[in-house]
């Protein structure tokens, strides 16, 4: 991993996983596919972002987008679905939220945007990406509920866990971005001293619906 570390050679190089100036937010690409399901016929292509370097980790690793960082500033300001549910989970203690987008060429989730966890984690999390091919028994039991607890010691919910590095004893949960059967994406969040409160994990679920 040692090509996505930190690097203190330029004011540029200091925050390699914050978003480039020339590439759509996560709430901008959020609400430009909404509208485009909304209005198909007024809809026209994303523009192409910009790439950074990540390390291969299996089959389901490429050349990355950067990950936009959430920093406090953001957060408090922010008003879209995914901001307000990611203020909800920190403040019942989550440690970090992690956004995934939906790619429209594969159908696979990647990691787009966070707040909270460390740099180590966002190197780890930089070009993750997550599908249905890899874990359906996940993917139906999200289909399921409002919020899928990923602590469970099962083999699937074991490869996830492992993917997101998630330590002994880590919570993990897991929301959709939109309808389960239509979904923009994935809304990550982890724990590592608490047990999330049910209304609050719910609150989030609506709010990302």
Known sequence: MSENKPSDKSDSD??????????????????????????????????????????????????????????????????????????????????WVLVLLKSEEDGFFEARAVAGGSRERWALWTGLRLGESASPAVWQEMRRAEFLN????????????????????????????????????LLLAGASSAEMAAPSLQKAASLLR
């Open 14 to 95: 200091s925050n390699p996983f914050a978003a480039a100036e020339d590439m759509p937010t996560v709430t901008t690409l959020l609400a430009r596919r909404k509208l485009q399901r909304a209005e198909p016929a007024a809809s026209s292509p994303a523009p192409a972002t910009s790439r950074i370097k990540a390390s291969a980790r299996g089959g389901e690793r490429r050349a990355a987008t950067r990950l936009e960082v959430w920093s406090e500033q953001v957060l408090g300001s922010g008003l879209s679905p995914e901001t307000n549910a990611a203020r909800v989970l920190l403040a019942e203690k989550a440690d």
């Open 150 to 185: 990923l602590s469970a010691k099962t083999a699937t919910h074991a490869g996830i866990r492992g993917a997101l590095g998630c330590p002994a004893g880590e919570q993990a949960w897991a929301f959709w971005i939109g309808p389960p059967e239509k979904p923009l994406g």
